[in-house]
């Protein structure tokens, strides 16, 4: 574990584990989270010889809890830097959610031999809020909502989330993990208000399309048809014909945090394509 500082002073920390000779697997986590989010899938890959880095996005996690550049360009400007000082090549970028709309920036972004494939998880792209060229999106209240949530009380805010539809722990059905939820809200108190308010914008209102037409390499999209975050539809349908070379699977019935709650299905599915 280790931290890199950025053009502007900013301080990434970052996991980097396994063989440095061992391909690379590079995850990026989802609002408010951090790198911690994906224990399961980096201990999994571990296992299965591979290097595995995930960081924490600033403003997230262990990484400074900046004030400025909380959007998607200075994101994908951060994974550049990080490619760059732990001089990744052929890795391959598993975004979930926000995280996705990360990778889908930054692969279309990346030097030449830096990326072999990328992986969609229940992410943001192509667009999330509702406009006239995006009429399935969601309305701008829902977002302008999550932001008063935030200012009102975020520690609220970062029970109720993971209580309930993140993780579809509101459907009658589901069994309900304390512990998940416990450190869902552990990983957002720990990163920074202004950060986790700024990024709201910068996950529901940018516009993927054009770094989705522009990625190359292959491209797994995967998404939970009961998710209630980044609703099925108006999301892993709309990247995957966005992309030159992208598939895309779903998942009847599962929800966003699919990677935590039906982590075996999941990872089972990452290490088939990521072994293609």
């Known amino acids: ?40 899938q ?5 296992g299965h010889g591979y290097r595995v880095i995930a960081h924490d996005r600033r403003g997230h996690g262990r990484s400074t809890q900046t004030d400025t550049g909380n959007e998607m360009d200075t994101y994908a400007a951060d994974v550049i830097a990080l490619a760059k000082a732990l001089d990744l090549k052929n890795a391959i970028h598993i975004g979930h959610s926000t995280g996705g709309g990360e990778v889908a920036r930054y692969v279309a972004r990346a030097e030449p031999g830096r990326v072999a494939k990328a992986v969609l998880v229940g992410a943001v792209p192509p667009i999330m809020v509702k406009t006239d060229a995006n009429p399935g999106g969601l309305p701008i209240e829902v977002f302008d909502g999550f932001r008063k949530a935030l200012v009102d009380n975020r520690a609220q805010f970062y029970v109720d989330v993971p209580s309930g539809p993140f993780y579809g722990f509101n459907r009658p059905s589901a069994k309900v993990d304390q512990g998940v939820i416990w450190n869902w809200w552990r990983q957002g ?68 945090g699919m990677c935590t709650t039906h982590a075996d299905i999941i990872n089972a599915d990452l290490l088939a394509f990521v072994r293609s």
């Open 189 to 256: 108190m720990a990163g920074g208000a202004k950060a986790h308010y700024d990024c709201i914008k910068a996950f529901s209102e940018t516009d993927f399309t054009e770094d989705l037409k522009q990625i190359d390499v292959p491209v797994l999209v995967m998404h939970g048809t009961d998710d209630q975050i980044v609703p099925y539809a108006d999301a892993g349908p709309l990247s995957a014909k966005l992309l030159k070379n992208g598939t895309l699977k779903s998942y009847e019935g599962l929800p966003h």
């Open 1 to 40: 574990m280790g931290t890199i500082t950025t053009s502007d002073g900013t301080e990434i920390f970052y996991k980097d584990w396994g063989s440095k000779d061992a391909q690379p697997i590079v995850f990026h986590h989802g609002w408010p989270l951090s790198a911690d989010d994906w224990d399961n």
């Open 42 to 46: 980096m201990l999994f890959f571990l």
